[in-house]
Structures are given as structure tokens and as C-alpha cells.
């Protein structure tokens, strides 16, 4: 282990991550390796710990054992008072962890409940890493933006799903992969403990709003490119792939290259390269290179060849309302796929090449633009 390896304590919202795996995957037992393989990717798991009432996952209890976890029981029908034990207690044990083990640098907390998004903040506060991990048809919407990094189970390597994924809403139902665990002890007869009936299997289905390969490769390019040029504009130096990568997590929290049929974030910006959307140079480690925008890149010469064809044809038209003409022309146009924060910078770019004039104009209180 190095200086530089992260060190990760992991806390598991058990009920919620395996009764939303059983609903919305067919997955029983809930299977915790591909979270283990995942976080190994990431740093050292030095804390491993379950919350649950146990009677109900006797089978997940011994699996559990043996993969190291330490199992902290929450029994749960012993009045209202009890309500939303299982919470509490990991959110207190996690900050009480936070404070006394200085060393930990990032919390892993296995979820979907948005009542554990204040505990996230928190550990952010703390100046610690959070990575979400929950099933994507039983995770509020509210939780993975709050996250450093967000791991939905479903896409994870070696889940195997045996029914279609449930599409997410937008905010999920008081089912019992959501409720706290007291609230639905107290809708049940308390003779009835939870059983878990296994899922009769079923085809695994595409989701049938997937967006088009063309389109999913724009959106792709332009969150790359926005980010980098943002990076380029604030760095004192070269922008290395890493660097690069982590600053789109912080941006999308749930972004993962093996969405976009890449197993890597290398293997990732060498496709853009091919394309001309980056350049990439050999940075001081091996693997990974510094990155930057082309100076005249495909995607820039058609937005600059569009600006100025529009501008030939308004004549000497302003500034303001001048993006949405272009748009008309090319519904896919976006400053921002050329790394632009803004359609003037946009504009005073393609002043700076010298394809058009722009001079402010006071009698209409805007920059007026020309072919020259």
C-alpha cells in the first residue's frame, strides 16, 4: 500500500440494497463481490459493516460473515421508538468513524434512501470522498448529485440480472427497499416476519428509451470537451487524463466509461482522439496523458463555417438572438462541444481568426457581427 491508496470504510443500508436488488433485478441473495471488486479498483476497504434486522436475511447473513463484514443488528419491532434505528445508528457510527480514524479518506455507503444524503454532506464536510452505492429503480434521485462518485449495482461487472431493470423514478415509493424498516414492522401484523420469496426469472429486456448511438456520442464529446476547456482555462499547467476524469465525477457523479462501451477512461479519450475531439501527448506516467482541445479540430471548423454562413446571410445581424439562428440551421450546435463557456467567447474566437468582425453598437446596445 502506498501513501496515495485510498482508504475506504464501507457502510451497508442492508434491507434497502437487497430488497431493491430482489425487486428490481430478481438478484437473491444479494450478492456483495461485485461491490468488493469494485471498491478494491478504488483503495483499500480497511471497515466493512451491514445494518439490518437479521432474522430476516439468514442465508445474506452467513455470506456476509465470510466476506469479512462485521454484521451490527438492528432489531426492529420493538415499538415506535425504534423507528428508523438502523439509520441513526449507521449515521452516527459513520461520523463517530469520520472523527476517530483519521486515516479513512473516503466512505463507500451502500444506499438508495435520500435520508442519508445529510450524512453525506456531512462527510464531505469533513473533507472525506463519499461513494454512493445503490440499485438504480430503488435510488432517490436526490442522492447520487450529493455523492463524489456514484455506483448504481445494476452496472456493475458480474451482476446478472434475472428480470428487466425497473425504470428509476424520480423519487421512489415507501416500499421496504426505502422505508425505514420500523415503519414497515409497524404496517405488518407482528406475527408476520419478512420473508423473502425468490424472484421467478424473466428475459433481461434493453431498455426501450436508450438514447441513439449518435446522439449518446455527442452528449459524450461535449461533457469531455466542456470540462477540459474549463480545466485548461483554470490550470496553471498540462491537463492529465486523471485529472481529467475526476472532474467529470464531480460533475456527474454517476458517469462510468463502461456505459459507453469502453473498459477504460484511456481506451475512452483515445476515441475521441481518433475522431478529433482531443489530442493526446505522452504526460509523466505511463497511462496517463495529458489532454487537450485541437487547436483546429473538425467540430470547430463546422461551428465556425456555420457562424459565418449565418452571419453572411442576416447580413449584420446581433449578437443576441444570433445563436438561436444558428440552431435553426443545425439543431446540434453548441458553442460548448469546441470547449467555449459561452456563445460570446464563441464569438470572439471567431473574431481572433479573423473570420468575422464584431464591434459593440451603442444605439442598439449590442455587438453587431459581419463577414468581413
Known sequence: MTADDERIALFLDYENLAIGARDGLGVLPFDLGPVADALAERGRVVARRAYADWSAFDEDRRLLARAQVELIEIPQRMGASRKNAADIKMAVDAIQMAFERGFITTFAIGTGDSDFTPLVHKLREL???????????????????????????????????????????????????????????????????????????????????????????????????????????????????????????????????????????????????????????????????????????????????????????????????????????????SEKRSGYGSFLSFAKAARARGLVDMEWDEGVGDHLLRVP
Open 127 to 333: 473533507d472525506k470522498r463519499v461513494i454512493g452505492i445503490g440499485v438504480q429503480s430503488s435510488t432517490s434521485a436526490l442522492l447520487p448529485p450529493a455523492c463524489d462518485e456514484f455506483l448504481f449495482y445494476d452496472r456493475l461487472p458480474g451482476v446478472e440480472p434475472s428480470q428487466a431493470p425497473r425504470r428509476p423514478t424520480r423519487r421512489p415509493a415507501r416500499t421496504p427497499a426505502t422505508a425505514p424498516a420500523a415503519e414497515v414492522a409497524a404496517a405488518t401484523p407482528a406475527a408476520a416476519a419478512p420473508v423473502l420469496v425468490p424472484a421467478v426469472p424473466v428475459p433481461v429486456a434493453e431498455p426501450d428509451d436508450a438514447a441513439p448511438p449518435q446522439a449518446e456520442e455527442r452528449d459524450l464529446s461535449r461533457l469531455v470537451t466542456a470540462t477540459l476547456a474549463g480545466l485548461q482555462r483554470s490550470a496553471d499547467g498540462p491537463v492529465l487524463g486523471s485529472r481529467l476524469k475526476r472532474a467529470i465525477l464531480r460533475k456527474d457523479p454517476t458517469f462510468d466509461e463502461a456505459d459507453h462501451g469502453f473498459r477504460g477512461f484511456g481506451e475512452l479519450l483515445r476515441h475521441l482522439e481518433n475522431i478529433g475531439v482531443v489530442e493526446l501527448t505522452r504526460g509523466g506516467a505511463q497511462g496517463d496523458p495529458e489532454v487537450s482541445i485541437p487547436e483546429d479540430s473538425d467540430a470547430d471548423a463546422d461551428a465556425f463555417a456555420l457562424l459565418v454562413a449565418t452571419v453572411a446571410q442576416l447580413g449584420r445581424p446581433q449578437l443576441s438572438g444570433l445563436k438561436d439562428q444558428l440552431r435553426k440551421r443545425d439543431p446540434e450546435f
